[in-house]
């Protein structure tokens, strides 16, 4: 009863999680064009090109090699790790194959094996087989995660809940198992409703047991000899071997129950298999309660992920589609790392402790940002740099073992943080500086501070920087420069190359920094490579720039 | 000859033909490529922090420096980023000691053996000229074209060491070879505007106008480029954000299908229709 009403909920709160997901594959909106599409025409969208795909015979051979190779064997994940393979082989198939034949035994092992009994052999070691294939899986989740620097960093609690939700399940299943190998109570309820034993026979039977299957008897005199072993063989044959292998089959659980015999006493009194069997299946009711809701989502999500790009690579024509795709992907992430660990920019953490810079970590963010959630200003303006910092090279959509098109998700999300201004944060600065100068200032400008700021002083901070004194104000590097010549208005860039010079000889730092000319800069080195007093004013310009951004950002 | 080949990130997602077609090119004359699992040059992060860009390119180095090889890089930003970090390394001693220190945590060193080349340097000094030639097979008759220097490999030329930053010649010499003409234009070492682009859209523009301009002026039928940020802007960016006709519309082949066109080597290896703006009337010239 318990059992059932337990089993309802969780259904329930499972099946209104997974379509409270799949509404939003339809509903979510990421990228500014995407946000005029309505959710029935997203969702027309997607079935009239789904039912392409069953027509053509092109997409249809890409789909079911896609099922085969990517879905199934993991070629990609092969290609790239193969101890990582191995934990995902291993977790996949050992609990897939646990909840075919052993959850669901009712529907399919016994529909389909007449002889099926879950306590015989084949079904008993292949049990075995696949529960520690899953436990050797997450060993190698709980290693790889510890051991790996990088994927320490971006390891979060769900990451972990999902290996302690599946390490729970099962660890009690073997502990369950071994518990009933050696329970009194079970044996006598067994007798009971399957046999007409008298005492005599019972006894024998009771030796047989304890000594081949492992049942402990205790404060029960069994006296062993080989009569009684032989007289309890034929009964077992008769009335038990039909539906029960031999223990030891149960090669995992069994030695489990050979541990718990000196303490067989107390947790037969104590029913210790029934507590267990409580924790076994409300951890497996937990589990489906909560994984619309959690990282074992990508169970549903990412197979459908890895279907896309096997049929559409990263071209999607209908917008529509693309905007469906990017709310799929960012459900498919497991939170493996393997974009972070191949990123392009990643090494730049040791510069900016900013972790929005891994990509694994902004598909997270950016899961915030699309579901709703108001992220505090603070870290939207982390998000906003971490963004900014990714070069666009592809790199993690070309690894993702899911196929997540990470790549379009970047682009997306930098269009809606510029129309946030929330934008690249030199763009941000530029725009700040030329606000400031679009409006003379009526300070009194101060000349020559005696004690300028010690971490402004570019004297002391640069090698090469101090050239700029060497300036006598020739102005060859403000002719040469691209950017003086397409100005009209000289006040729009602030200040010329030579008067950021000027400045810095005076030490009015304050007003170089505050040029619009420092953002506006090609960095072509005209004026560096012309200038005849061997200036490094683009290396200078670059410094200042450093600068600002330190005292903006990190400051 | 065997490089570490240096594609760079823009070359991965938005310029896919550049690597391709330098790598077929690049075989035909026998310069073996590896491909190491490099990151970025740290070019787009030097407005922001010098030391997470000398950190960046420093790995680059130090990664091609365990497997002794030296690096070809396509993109000049990519190969001005990694000689000025190479320089400054080796000139500031505390710098180098703190982005070393940083290496050792991930097993890495740099002792600043790696020798950084372009793809043009490579062509010019280690294949040679004549040795170019031999694999001619087709040559351009009439076709003009306006090589663009970019910045970042010309300048700053004590750095970079690249060829002459007033009076380069590099370019016209290979771009010779094909048969082709190259013309002299006022805007030749001019930046392409670039490094401006999704900053100063408006600027960026202007600039790129400009340099087009000028090669329509001195009768060009085509640009040259030889770096992923220049490419981009002549082709991808000029035919998306310029909105001309494209009878209007002004291409711009890289360096790689230029010759590889010559050296008799098919459109589709060198992947010519991935540019944006259509290059086919290039075939009256062959």
């Given at each position: 009863m318990i059992f059932k009403i337990c089993f309802s909920i969780a259904f329930a709160i499972f099946a209104v999680g997974i379509l409270y997901r799949v509404f939003g594959f339809f509903q979510v909106a990421i990228g500014p064009e995407t946000k005029s599409f309505s959710f029935l025409k997203r969702v027309t969208t997607f079935l009239s090109s789904l039912l392409i795909v069953f027509v053509n015979p092109v997409q249809f051979f890409r789909l079911c090699k896609s099922i085969v190779l990517d879905v199934v064997l993991q070629i990609q994940l092969l290609r790239q790790n193969f101890i990582k393979w191995c934990m995902h082989i291993f977790i996949y198939c050992g609990f897939m194959g646990l909840v075919l034949i052993h959850a669901l035994e009712d529907y399919i092992s016994e529909p389909l094996f007449s002889d099926y009994y879950s306590t015989l052999n084949p079904f008993m070691l292949l049990r075995n087989v696949l529960g520690v294939m899953v436990i050797l899986g997450l060993i190698i989740a709980i290693q790889r995660r510890k051991k790996n620097i990088q994927l320490r960093l971006i390891s979060k609690r769900p990451d972990y809940i999902a290996i302690v939700v599946l390490a729970v399940i099962m660890i009690s299943g073997f502990l369950l198992e071994a518990s009933k190998i050696i329970s009194t109570p079970i044996f006598d309820e067994m007798v009971d409703e399957w046999s007409s034993l008298d005492d005599d026979e019972l006894s024998t039977l009771k030796v047989y047991w304890q000594e081949e299957y492992g049942v402990v008897f205790p404060n029960q005199t069994i006296e062993v000899t080989q009569a009684a072993l032989e007289e309890g063989e034929e009964i077992n044959d008769e009335y038990c071997a039909s539906c029960h292998s031999k223990a030891v089959w149960a090669f995992a659980s069994y030695p489990i129950s050979v541990g718990m015999r000196p303490m067989a006493g107390l947790f037969n009194a104590w029913r210790l298999d029934i507590f267990l069997w409580y924790i076994h299946f409300l951890s497996c009711f937990i589990g489906l309660a909560y994984l619309p809701f959690s990282k074992l989502l990508h169970i549903i999500t990412s197979p459908i992920s890895i279907l896309v790009n096997g049929i559409a690579g990263q071209n999607i024509k209908k917008p529509e589609n693309r905007a469906t795709r990017r709310a799929l992907d960012l459900q498919a992430c497991t939170q493996c790392g393997t974009c972070t660990l191949h990123c392009s920019v990643a090494p730049v953490y040791k510069m900016f402790?900013?972790?929005?810079?891994?990509p694994s970590e902004k598909m997270l963010g950016l899961k915030d940002r699309s579901s709703g959630v108001a992220s505090d200003p603070e870290t939207a303006q982390r998000f906003s740099q971490g963004s900014f910092i990714c070069t666009n090279c592809n790199r993690c959509s070309e690894l993702c073992p899911v196929g997540i098109n990470l790549q379009d998700l970047w682009i997306e999300s930098k269009k809606e943080l510029a129309l946030e201004k929330m934008g690249d944060p030199c763009v941000h600065l530029r725009n700040t500086k030329e606000e400031k100068w679009s409006q003379p200032s009526k300070e009194k400008i101060t000349i020559a501070k005696p004690k300028p700021k010690k971490e402004l002083d570019l004297w002391e901070s640069s090698m090469k920087a101090g050239s700029f004194s060497l300036c006598y104000k020739c102005m060859t590097c403000t002719t040469s420069c691209p950017i003086v010549g397409m100005t009209e208005n000289y006040d729009s860039i602030g200040m010329a190359p030579h008067q950021i010079m000027h400045s810095l000889s005076l030490g009015l730092i304050d007003r170089a920094m505050d040029s619009r000319m420092m953002w506006d800069?090609?960095?072509?080195?005209k004026c560096q490579e012309n200038c005849p007093q061997g200036v490094q004013i683009t290396d200078i310009f670059y410094e200042i720039k450093n600068m600002i951004f330190e005292k903006e950002y990190n400051g | 000859m065997k490089y570490a080949l240096f594609s760079g990130c823009k070359s991965a997602f938005y310029l896919p033909q550049y690597r391709t077609s330098s790598k077929v090119v690049l075989s035909s004359l026998e310069v073996e490529l590896e491909e190491l699992e490099f990151n970025c040059c740290g070019y787009p992060l030097r407005s922001k922090s010098q030391d997470a860009f000398l950190l960046l390119a420093a790995k680059n180095l130090a990664i091609a420096e365990n497997q002794g090889l030296p690096i070809l890089t396509l993109c000049q930003c990519c190969f001005g980023s990694l000689k000025h970090a190479d320089h400054y390394l080796k000139n500031t001693p505390k710098k180098r000691e703190m982005i070393v220190s940083l290496l050792k945590e991930e097993g890495l060193d740099f002792k600043g053996t790696t020798k950084i080349e372009h793809i043009l340097t490579v062509l010019a000094n280690q294949v040679g000229y004549a040795g170019i030639e031999k694999q001619i097979t087709k040559k351009f008759k009439g076709l003009k074209i306006a090589p663009h220097y970019g910045c970042h490999a010309l300048r700053p030329s004590n750095i970079t060491?690249?060829?002459?930053?007033?009076?380069?010649t590099i370019f016209e010499q290979v771009i010779r070879l094909t048969g082709a003409e190259p013309v002299e234009w006022s805007k030749r070492l001019e930046c392409c505007g670039n490094p401006l682009w999704e900053k100063n859209d408006e600027l960026s523009l202007g600039i790129l106008e400009q340099k087009i301009d000028s090669a329509k002026e001195a009768s060009a039928d085509m640009i040259c480029s030889a770096c992923n940020y220049c490419q981009l802007q002549f082709d991808e960016i000029q035919k998306t954000a310029l909105k001309k006709t494209s009878a209007e519309q002004f291409p711009s082949i890289l360096i790689s299908q230029l010759l590889g066109l010559s050296m008799g080597l098919s459109e589709k290896d060198l992947n010519i229709e991935a540019n944006h703006i259509d290059l086919s009337g290039i075939r009256n010239f062959l």
């Open positions: 402790p900013n972790t929005y810079i891994f800069c090609l960095t072509c080195y | 060491e690249f060829d002459n930053p007033h009076a380069p």
